[in-house]
């Protein structure tokens, strides 16, 4: 098996990582910044995000960013420009809008997690189940599933037909039939990776149908329909989201960190960019 590179360090936490015109773009966690990274380490602070934590990217089929963040608007870079808002999703859910997917008909996912994380983790807040939204491309907005615990990363697989999302509170993959108006249907269990197995953060998916995602006990995890668990990559510290990209899709770019619940954005920074040949190249969205 290939070694594990380090690309980047310094970092206070990296999430949502996406590759996009030949290099790793990703959100800053604790930095207020969206950041690309090419694959000899270079690197570029792009834009900069109104959220210090728990904010995510993904890109229209025009080529603009959108960044979806805690205050429940999606955002809009106009090239170069500022931000305008593209969706408001704040009648949806007052809390913690999380993870962001554009399919390839350029329908947005988002979803929320439902309830006051931090909150939560400092034990004056409850959990409470998340959704799912679904943003066309006119800019109109609906709920499209519930009763989600936790979502986190999700996936839409290249013909545009499934839609898979992390249940982070569970260990389970869940899947969805996507209809041709976008809405999400036919609700099932994609993947149970069973007790201790994992609370699934940002995913991908790559060509022979597995999921690359992270997992409990510092590792990431390429991950069958079913849950078989193919490949299960060792760290040294927390897997908070992984992408495959590249020039042939298959380098496996995975963002870690310490995580420090009580202090998550302070210092010392640990947050890296670490990297890994996969076995099969990416697919799909993101």
């Given at each position: ?164 999302v992390a249940e982070s509170f569970t260990s389970n993959f869940t899947a969805f039939d996507v209809g041709a108006d976008g809405d999400l249907s036919n609700r099932r269990v994609w993947a149970d990776l069973g007790e201790g197995g994992g609370d699934g953060d940002g995913i991908c998916i790559d060509t022979e149908g597995a999921v690359w995602t992270p997992v409990r006990g510092n ?68």
């Amino acid at each position: 098996m290939p070694e594990v590179q380090t690309l980047m360090s310094g970092l206070v936490i990296g999430e949502s990582p996406r590759w996009h015109e030949g290099r790793l773009w990703f959100s800053h966690w604790g930095a207020q910044q969206i950041v690309a990274v090419d694959l000899d380490g270079n690197s570029e602070v792009v834009t900069r995000a109104t959220t210090n934590i728990g904010y995510s990217i993904d890109w229209l089929p025009d080529g603009r960013l959108l960044v979806s963040g805690q205050e429940g608007l999606l955002v809009r870079n106009e090239r170069d420009g500022p931000f305008s808002i593209y969706a408001d999703l704040r009648g949806l859910s007052p809390h913690g809008w999380n993870e962001i997917v554009v399919d390839g008909r350029g329908n947005a996912y988002v979803n929320c997690v439902g309830f006051d994380f931090m909150g939560f983790l400092e034990g004056r807040a409850e959990f409470a189940p998340g959704i799912i939204a679904l943003v066309t491309p006119d800019g109109s907005v609906r709920q499209v599933a519930d009763g989600i615990a936790f979502p986190n990363g999700m996936v839409v697989t290249p013909d545009n037909s499934t839609l898979i999302v992390a249940e982070s509170f569970t260990s389970n993959f869940t899947a969805f039939d996507v209809g041709a108006d976008g809405d999400l249907s036919n609700r099932r269990v994609w993947a149970d990776l069973g007790e201790g197995g994992g609370d699934g953060d940002g995913i991908c998916i790559d060509t022979e149908g597995a999921v690359w995602t992270p997992v409990r006990g510092n590792a990431c995890s390429r991950v069958s329909e079913g849950g078989e668990v193919l490949q299960r990559i060792e760290l040294d510290r927390s897997c908070f989201a992984c992408m495959l990209g590249g020039p042939d899709g298959r380098m496996l770019f995975m963002m870690a960190a310490r995580w420090r619940p009580e202090n998550p954005t302070g210092e010392p920074r640990t947050g890296q960019v670490l990297t890994i040949r996969a076995p099969a190249p990416g697919v799909g969205w993101p």
